[in-house]
């Protein structure tokens, strides 16, 4: 019996001290190891991986191009409303006004000297001349000009310019033109300086080199008008019409011809025709 009774006692001992060893086991098994160190460059990339976790997990997912830029064209956020809000508005800054310096009245114009407006007055005598055609007189009163003032400096020198243009028209006109068209520009204007003599004789020698030229033909019946010759510049006039129709229109208002209005052939000549 006491064999027994000891192996009993044996196993169950042996059954005690397993169990106990299992629960040491188990309580070694559920103690935490000990975290090993790690170095900077994974600690690093540990923070780093979770970073990107969380912003992928905080992110929400982005809208595309078009409907972002609908959104906004859509309707402005609400921080934009908020901010337009609450900005204070702008005050205008009033402008100081200008002012306005008086100015100073302009000086009156220095008056001319007696010897200045003598010399004008005579310049201007002397260039009527010269505009008239009569190119000897004007150099006549443009020599004594310069003579009598010569101190009047912009005045002489004005005279001086329009005595030369005087002194080279004097000179073509001694030179007689030979070609008809010289002729006839030469006695229109002897005609309008009121040289009738000298125009009928330039009219006269035009007629000799072109016998059937309307135009020369109706200059020397304006100038025998004007000379009182009012047979020949009648037939000077027929002549010019028969040849250009066209200058009828002309003679009926031309000055030149006044002298013939009161013979009855000259509306025979200027005014039937147009009738019929």
């Known amino acids: 019996m006491s064999?027994?009774?000891?192996k009993t006692t044996k196993r169950a001992s042996s059954r005690s001290a397993s169990t106990a060893r299992k629960r040491t086991v188990n309580v070694k098994s559920t103690r935490l190891k000990p975290a090993t160190k790690r170095s900077p460059a994974g600690k690093a990339r540990a923070h780093k991986a979770s970073k990107t976790a969380v912003s992928k997990k905080?992110?929400?997912k982005r809208a595309s191009?078009?409907?972002s830029t609908k959104a906004r064209t859509a309707a402005p956020s609400k921080h934009a409303t908020r901010v337009a809000k609450a900005a204070p508005?702008?005050?205008?800054i009033p402008k100081a006004p200008v002012r306005l310096l008086p100015q100073k009245p302009l000086p009156p114009p220095p008056q001319p000297t007696f010897e200045e407006a003598a010399a004008l007055t005579a310049f201007?005598?002397?260039h009527k001349e010269f505009t008239r055609g009569r190119f000897a007189e004007a150099r006549n009163q443009f020599r004594s000009l310069i003579e009598k003032f010569p101190t009047v400096s912009e005045v002489a020198a004005r005279a001086r310019t329009y005595l030369a243009v005087s002194e080279?028209?004097?000179?073509?006109?001694?030179t007689p033109p030979r070609d008809a068209d010289s002729l006839y520009d030469r006695g229109v204007?002897?005609?309008?300086?009121?040289?009738?003599v000298a125009a009928q004789e330039l009219f006269e020698r035009a007629?000799?080199?072109?016998?059937?030229?309307a135009h020369i033909h109706y200059g020397l019946a304006a100038t025998r008008a004007r000379l009182g010759a009012i047979d020949t510049a009648l037939k000077s006039l027929r002549r010019a019409l028969d040849i250009q129709p066209k200058l009828r229109i002309r003679a009926q208002r031309d000055s030149d011809l006044n002298s013939l209005r009161s013979d009855p052939e000259f509306d025979q000549i200027v005014f039937s025709p147009a009738e019929a």
Do not use: M, W
């Open 65 to 67: 191009k078009k409907s």
């Open 3 to 6: 064999s027994t009774v000891s």
């Open 168 to 174: 080279a028209r004097l000179r073509t006109e001694l």
């Open 58 to 60: 905080a992110a929400p």
């Open 207 to 213: 007629l000799k080199r072109e016998p059937d030229a």
């Open 189 to 196: 204007i002897e005609l309008n300086r009121g040289e009738y």
């Open 89 to 92: 508005a702008r005050r205008s």
């Open 124 to 126: 201007e005598s002397a």
